[in-house]
Structure formats: C-alpha cells, structure tokens
C-alpha cells in the first residue's frame, strides 16, 4: 500500500478550546533542495509544500495560530478576538490539502490573530515571510514585496525588543534577515548597515556560513554602487 504525504493531527484551538482536524506533511516526504538568500526553502518535489500547513485554522471560531503562538492570553484578549474574529467567522474548514491560495489565505489569518493577541514580534515575522515565499512562487511580486516588508519590519522590532531571546533565532541570523530583506525592498543604505553589523560579529558567531552570506551581499550592493557612479 502506497503511504500518503499527507495525515491529519487532531488539533485544540486556543481560543474556543474546540477540536478540528488539520492536515500536515510527512516528514519523510521532505527534502529540501537549497535555499533562497532570505532562507526560503526550496523543496526538491515541488507538488509537496509544508509550508502550506503551518497554520492551524479552527473551523468553529476562526482563530489561526501556529505550535510557537504561547497559550496565554493577556486580560481582555479573547473578548476582543471574540468580537473582531470569532464573531464574524463563518464555518469552514482549512482541514485538507491545501492550494497556495488557501496556505496564503491561511497565514494572513494567523497573522491577523497574533497581532490581535500580541503575539511576539518574532512570529508574526516569521509568518509574514513565509506569505511572502507564498507569493514569490506565484510571481506576485508586488504582494511578494508587501510582505517582506512587513516582515522586516517585525524582525526590527523583535530585535530591538529582543522577544527572539529563547527561539531558535540567533542574533546572527536576525540581523542577516533585517539586511537582506532591506536589500529586496532596494532600501540599501538600510541593508549595509545590517551586513555591516553581522560582519562585525564574526569573530564571536556561531554561524560562520551566515557572516560569508553577508559579506557577498555586502559586496554586491558596493560593486552596483560603483558601477551606478560610472554610468
């Protein structure tokens, strides 16, 4: 018997505390390629994409979160939830396989429902990023642009706050990401300065391969600089 890519996880929404089923990937299905320069995966079969399934959306209420949303919600916050998502919610499920439409669909709920409960600064990055490779794949630059701004922007506040203390995400690898994703945006005075910043962390980083990233977009950005200056 041929075993699918796909199972479905019983699921506990943490807002309304009801049970759904969403879909996920085996990890044995996943091979990743390579990467992107702002780390996007690219997978090596292309009809399989867990990024899709990141997001749990419960059916009865609406909330969409991820396993790295915190359980707690601060005082008045499901209320407000209540009123701005659960109470417009019209049931339907986010259950089966999923189209990049339905995954897109998917994150911009996540996202509107951790900022509502104020969620880290990191995780909102996090999934503003993956709407935007979402996007990248369907070559809808303008949307693709959209979000890797937003992300930015998140990624800024987390490391100036320093929510990402105790994630899986380094200083190193924050400000590679601050940089890289000012340089897609073209705001390149922005980008050197955060190269610059994770250059000077050679010495001391973990993540040598990230400090040579940057040094080449680094040096890209310096040689267009002077070729613009000669034309």
Not at 143 to 148: G, K, N, V
């Amino acid at each position: 018997m041929e075993i699918s890519p796909y199972y479905q996880k019983s699921v506990e929404c943490l807002h309304c505390k009801k049970k759904f089923t969403t879909t996920k990937v085996r990890s044995k299905f996943v091979k990743v390629e390579s990467y992107a320069s702002d780390f996007q995966p690219i997978y090596q079969n292309k009809e399989i994409n867990p990024l899709l399934y990141n997001i749990f959306v419960c059916e009865h209420c609406g909330f969409s979160f991820t396993e790295e949303f915190s359980k707690y919600f601060a005082p008045g916050m499901k209320d407000e939830i209540q009123e701005k998502i659960a109470n417009k919610w019209v049931p339907r499920s986010y259950g089966n396989e999923r189209s990049i439409e339905e995954g897109i669909s998917a994150y911009k709920l996540g996202i509107f429902c951790g900022t509502i409960k104020k969620e880290k600064f990191i995780n909102i990055a996090g999934l503003a990023l993956r709407t935007a490779w979402l996007y990248r794949l369907q070559r809808q630059h303008a949307e693709e642009r959209r979000f890797i701004e937003i992300a930015r922007d998140r990624y800024n506040d987390s490391y100036s706050n320093g929510d990402y203390s105790g994630t899986q995400m380094s200083e190193t690898r924050m400000l590679y990401l601050i940089a890289e994703l000012s340089r897609k945006i073209g705001q390149m005075e922005y980008a050197t300065r955060y190269f610059s910043k994770v250059i000077e962390t050679q010495s001391t980083s973990l993540e040598p391969k990230i400090v040579e990233m940057a040094k080449e977009r680094w040096q890209e950005i310096r040689d267009n600089k002077e070729k613009e200056a000669l034309y």
